[in-house]
Structures are given as C-alpha cells and as structure tokens.
C-alpha cells in the first residue's frame, strides 16, 4: 500500500500502521474530504449513505487529537442504536491500536448501568452511546460534557427518525459552546438543518451522495449471513453454480489472503489479487485467470481495476462495498458481451441491510434475497452432475484398459456394485447428509447480558419490521423504558429482544394481543 494516500490528508504514522494491518488499501471518498476538516476543527455536515467508511472519517481524527494525559471525556459520540455504537467503538479501538492510552468505551440501554459506571470512572477519553443510555448517565453525573472538544452525531437522521431529536438536544445543552460539533447523515431533512442551524458554527458541507446510476441487466440476489457463516455459504453458493469463471470481492487484503487460503484448503482452484503484491506476481495470476487454470479470482476493489475478463460467469461480494460506485463496478465485471451475468452480495446486520436499500434506490435495480443453498441441494447437484460426466464417457470413450483394471477387482471377491459405489466413493468424497445450514435460523447461543432475558416476537424483516418498531412496541405495551431495551435482532421471520430480567413475563403477558405496525404479533420467553 502505498501510504502517501493516507499521510497526504493528515493520518499520523501509528494509525497509518494500525490501518496498513487491518489491511485497508486507500480512503473512501468521504474519508478524504472529511478528515482534513475535522483535524483543523472545523464544524462539519457529512452526507453520505450508509457504509461509505463515516467510522473512520470521524474516528480517525478524533484519536489523532486526544490529549493522551488527559484521562476525562473528551470526544463523544452518539449513535443511534446499540448495534451501531458497540461496531463504532471496535473499529476505533482498532485504529488507535498503536496509540498507546487512548481509552474508548461504548455506554448503551440493554447493558448493566453499573458495569458502565465502573469503566467510566477508571476513565475514558472517547465515549460512544446511544442518547437514552447518555442522558441516564448525566442524571447520574457519571458523564460530564465540561470538557467535551468534540460530539459527533453519527447516522443523524435515523437519530431523528427514531425520535431522539430532544434527547439530542438536552445533552448538546450539557456542553460548552467551544466545542467541536460534527454530523453525519444520508439526508438533508428539515430536523437536521435545525441541528445545525443551533448547534453548529459555520458548518462545512461535505456532499458525496451519489447520483442516480444504473447497472446492466444482471441478476443480482443477497443473502442475510452471520459474519462466522460467511465460508460455509460461499463454497456452497460456488458448488451450486457453473465451473466458470468468477471473481469474489472483499474490501481488505488481509481478508482476502486469509479466504484464499481457506479455499485452497477446500480444494477450490483460486488466486487472491491485491495491492501489497508487485506487478510481477499479478500478472500471474491474471494469466492464469485468463487461460482457465485458476477458476475464482479472489480481489480487493483497488486491485480489480482494469481487470478485462468477457467471460465470467458470477461475482460474489463477500463483504458488502463501502461505496455504491464500488458495487456497480464489482458486478458490472459479469454479464458482458450480450451474456447473462449474476452477482451474489452476502450482508450481515442493520446497517448493511439500510446500505443495501440505497444502493438499489440510486441504481434503480432489485436485488433479491436469498436463503443459502442447503447441504443437501449441494450433494445432489454434485451427484448430478457426476452421473452427467460418467454417463458421458461410457457414451463416449474406449474403456478396454480400465475394464481389465476393473475385473483385476472383480477377481479380489467385490462384486461389481461394490467396486462401483467405492470409486464414487474415491472421487466425490463422503456424501453422508451434513447439517443443513438455514438462514433464517436463530444462531446466537451466547447468553444475553447480566441482567437480561430474550423474548421472541414472531415478526421480522418479511414484514418491513425495524428496531423503532419493536422499541416501541415493547416499551409500550410492556410498560418499560424504551432505554431499558438490549439487543435487538431481526430475521426475515421472527425477532430476538433482550429486555429486562424482572420485567420479562409482563412483558409477554402484556404483549398477547399487541399488532406491531397493524399485524398482530405472537411472543413468547426464549
């Protein structure tokens, strides 16, 4: 990687190293317009969609500015669930991983108040929550503001929309007029102007909302994956389709060196491209895509410019692009010289899921979900496709010297079924039935939080369910506060909350009769 792209808008040499591991090629857009700003101070409004890289735009120099002696809050900011905030704090923690000091916690609804106490009071430069869980926290003047030099409103809109705008304002009031106020948003509403109207200083306007784009007429299908899931699915989605030509997309090289070794491992022909290897060694392996001896590219965005390859048969976008360009790109590799084209995009969690409904807003296309093929439908397009082959050859070929390979078998004692099942045996491997992989199923066996009990709603993403839904819904009917609520996780079928441990059967008797928006609603205790 060549770090000039990074140290030429102000990123200091030991988050350039903590970027250069995570495996990060080149900023994104928002990332390079945005960090010079906000280093200088200056007042920012960010409008761009979801998973244009905003974590980095205002985590990067939020790190680079903490005065690391200074053990009080220094730098807050809000998000607008819990899901978002604890994402927001990992990946700041990871680029301040050379910043020897740097303290960063998240504080949100769902988690023991008092765990949060503790950890605040050993201290903590940069605090990330939601703004129920901060308010609660100034009622307890656990978190003071005083000294605040940056608040960051992170994902702003759906702040608003979630109907936190006075909560928003109360702890804006509870710092001082000379800090620093940045804001991140995919739109430009009404109640953001406001925001920025009162609260900001001659804000600067940093746009990098995309224009409407269109793609070419290529299939393109989604599939709702847990991030540990993420292998098993790909190889399955591999073994279903065609033997042609196709090209996976990760958006680091560090993923996409530790894939390609699991897929050599799995005995797929595959061949990883990215931008720490000389040119030397990509042109072998571009070679060798190009003749048909590797069969599965795997690519970082960077690296997979200027490929020019008519005959692939699929792109897999193993990790969901940080730009809508990138997408269009990314499958725009298939479907070329008037052929059918198909793209499979794996995403996982809220955020990727509101990514997904901009990029088919501005590419006016429909992407289709998906379940992920079961073991089951794997083994019988192999076997299929096994008998096809065989069934050819004896059509086909002269079998007089294998057949006397064949009867030197038969005189061993095996009878020509045996012999038979044990070379399908040596060729496809054991077919005993595997576990069938479902991706609607409810795969979080970790305990809920101290404190906290998990009830099931039978409702979800089928039914155009989201989290304000469910929030409301709950603290409503169940008589609690809607800060009160822990994890919340959608499926296309059901949904998963954690609420309150003592409050849990009132709640499920509570909500026996509860419609969320106008359909009624089965719950129940997990």
Known sequence: MDN?????????????????????????QIQTETIPLIMQGSDVIGLSQTGSGKTAAFGIPAIQNINIADRGIQVLVLCPTRELAVQACDEIRKFAKFMHGVKTIPIYGGQPIDRQIKALKLGAQIVIGTPGRVIDHINRKTVRLGSIKLVVLDEADEMLNMGFREDIERILQHTTTDRQTVLFSATMSKGILDITHKYQKEPQIVNVSKKQMTVPSITQYYYDVPRGKKNEALCRLIDLSNSGRSIIFCNTKKMVDELVSYLVDRHYSVQGLHGDMKQQARNLVMAGFKNGSVNVLVATDVAARGIDVDDIECVYNYDLPQDIEYYVHRIGRTGRAGKDGISHTFMTGRRQQLFLREIQHF????????????????EGRKTRKFIDQITAILKEKDLTHELKTVDDLLDGGYTSSEVAAALVHYILGDQKPQKQYLADEYTEHTAPEAGMSRIKLHIGRADKIAPKHIVGAVAGEGGIPGSDIGKIEIFDHFSIVDVPDGKAKQIVAAMKSTKISGKPTKVELL
């Open 363 to 378: 590419t006016k296309s429909k992407i289709v979900q998906r379940a992920i093929p079961s073991a089951v439908e794997v």
């Open 4 to 28: 000039s792209t990074f140290s030429n808008i102000g990123i200091t040499e030991k988050v350039i190293k903590a970027i250069t591991e995570m495996g990060y090629e080149e900023p994104t």
